[in-house]
């Protein structure tokens, strides 16, 4: 589950990113992309009509029926990894994780996977650039943060899809 603010432009962007990318490895059928915000402030909305020509002219297929919804306790237990596009959202659910190590240790920097992003520090230079306030530019940004990290995430749950069928 990917997850940024108000889940009509980062989160979405990544899971329609994501959601492509585990078609083209085979794992489409093994695994489920999905995404929220951490504020309500957009509940119901589509996805961030300048998002969808962004992706759109980058070959993507846009879903029709996104809407946007907040991220719930219930959301944080049922997924393997949750991906945070800014150390600000990974903060609110680490605290929605209530003090749970297990589900404290599914949250990830989106960017984390990035092999071109810096290494050490803060996690806030882990964002990925916020385009809302900005012009379709800001997404086009956004859009390439997102795939820079993309096939490390594919590899990632490829590698933990192999674990959990070798221990089954």
């Known amino acids: 589950m990917t997850v940024c ?17 585990f078609e083209a490895a085979g794992l489409g059928d093994q695994v489920v992309v999905d995404s929220t915000g951490i504020s309500a402030e957009e509940h119901g909305n589509p996805i961030d009509r300048r998002a969808q020509r962004v992706l759109a002219d980058h070959g993507f297929e846009v879903p029709g029926d996104h809407r946007a919804r907040q991220v719930s306790a219930v959301d944080l237990a049922s997924r393997d990894l949750v991906l945070a596009m800014t150390a600000t959202h990974a903060q609110a659910l680490r605290r929605l994780a209530r003090g749970d190590a297990q589900l404290e240790g599914r ?3 989106y960017r984390s996977f990035d092999p071109a992003a810096p290494e050490g520090g803060p996690e806030h230079q882990l964002d990925v650039d916020d385009p809302w306030y900005g012009d379709e530019d800001g997404f086009v940004v956004t859009l390439a943060e ?10 990632h749950v490829r590698a933990s899809l192999g674990q959990a069928a070798s221990r089954g």
């Open 107 to 109: 949250v990830r920097m």
């Open 146 to 155: 997102v795939e820079a990290a993309a096939d490390a995430i594919v590899d």
């Open 5 to 21: 603010t108000g889940n009509i432009c980062r989160s979405p962007m990544a899971e329609v990113v994501l959601r492509a990318r």
